[in-house]
C-alpha cells in the first residue's frame, strides 16, 4: 500500500511511521506537514520550520508542507488539506497514515474527508494502551522533548523536559501518557527513523493565549471552539481562557 504520514515531528507520528516501517506493509512514500503561515512554524508544536526540515531530512522521506493562515476557520483547513490530498491523489496514493490513539470523534471526522477525497486512512496506534506505547517509544531507542503544553493541564514547567520515564512518572492524575487529549506535544530529536540526531539547543519558554477563529463578519463560529460558553443559541463571543506554554528550540 502507498501512503503518506501526517508528520507533526512529535513521537505519535514518529512511533507510527516506524511501527509502518518494520511491518513493511505500508510504504510511507512521504511526510506532509501543516504549519503557520505567519511564523513558518509547525501547527500546534510552534517547531521551527528550519528543524521540520532537519528531521525530515534524516528520514531520506520527501516532506511536503501546506501553510495555513493565522487564526485559520475549519473552512481554510478544509480547503487546504483538500488541495493536498488532491496532490498526492495525482501521484499515485490512497492511503493517509495518522497518529491517533483514541479519540474516535478525530478518527470519524478524518475519514470522513479522506472518503470524500476517494482515500483511506491507516491508524498503526489506534486503540493501544497510551501507557503502554509511551515506554514502548522509550524503549525503541526514541528521543523526544516537550515543545507545548496546555496549561489547562500542565503547569509551563512541564515545556522543555525529556520525555523519558521521570515525566511520565510527574505526570497529574487524568493527563495522558501520550498527550491524546492534547495536553502537550513533543520533538523527536533521535531515534531507529533518523540517520543521526537532530541538532538543537533550549531556548525560552514562552506563553500565549489563543482566540477563536472568526468568519468573515468578525463573530465567533461556535463550530471552530474547543470550548463554548452556555447561554443558548445567541451569537456573542464566547470565553476564551486556554494558554499554551512553548519551549523554543533553537537550530544548531
Known amino acids: 500500500m502507498e501512503a503518506y504520514i501526517n508528520w507533526s515531528g512529535g513521537k505519535d507520528a514518529s512511533f507510527a511511521l516506524w511501527q509502518l516501517q518494520q511491518s513493511g506493509e505500508v510504504n510511507v512514500r512521504g511526510l506532509f506537514t501543516t ?25 531520506g522521506l520527501p516532506l511536503k508542507k501546506a501553510f495555513l493562515p493565522e487564526n485559520a476557520s475549519m473552512e481554510d483547513y478544509n480547503r487546504i488539506m483538500n488541495e493536498a490530498l488532491e496532490g498526492y491523489q495525482r501521484e499515485g496514493i490512497r492511503r493517509a497514515v495518522f497518529g491517533d490513539i483514541f479519540l474516535e470523534d478525530l478518527r470519524a471526522y478524518r475519514e470522513s474527508q479522506l472518503a ?4 483511506e486512512g491507516v491508524f498503526p496506534l489506534w486503540k493501544r494502551d497510551s501507557a503502554q506505547l509511551a515506554q514502548d517509544f522509550i524503549a525503541a531507542g526514541f528521543k523526544a522533548v516537550i515543545v507545548c503544553v496546555n496549561d489547562r493541564f500542565l503547569p509551563a514547567e512541564f515545556a522543555g523536559r525529556e520525555f523519558d520515564a521521570a515525566f511520565l512518572a510527574d505526570l497529574p492524575a487524568g493527563v495522558d501518557p501520550c498527550g491524546e ?6 520533538f ?7 540517520s543521526s540526531p537532530v541538532p538543537f539547543r ?4 514562552v506563553t500565549r493565549t489563543y482566540a477563536p477563529a472568526r468568519n468573515g463578519d468578525d463573530c465567533y463560529k461556535k463550530e471552530d471552539n474547543c470550548f463554548q460558553e452556555d447561554g443558548g443559541e445567541e451569537e456573542k463571543p464566547l470565553a476564551w481562557d486556554t494558554r499554551f506554554h512553548f519551549r523554543e528550540l533553537l537550530p544548531v
Open 116 to 119: 470524500k477525497a476517494g482515500m
Open 181 to 186: 487529549n492534547g495536553e502537550f506535544h513533543s
Open 35 to 59: 504549519l503557520s503561515e505567519a511564523y513558518r512554524r509547525v501547527s500546534m508544536h510552534g517547531v521551527q520550520e528550519v528543524l521540520l526540515d532537519e528531521q525530515a531530512r534524516r528520514t
Open 202 to 205: 533550549m531556548g525560552e519558554t
Open 188 to 194: 523527536v530529536y533521535d531515534g531507529p527513523i533518523f
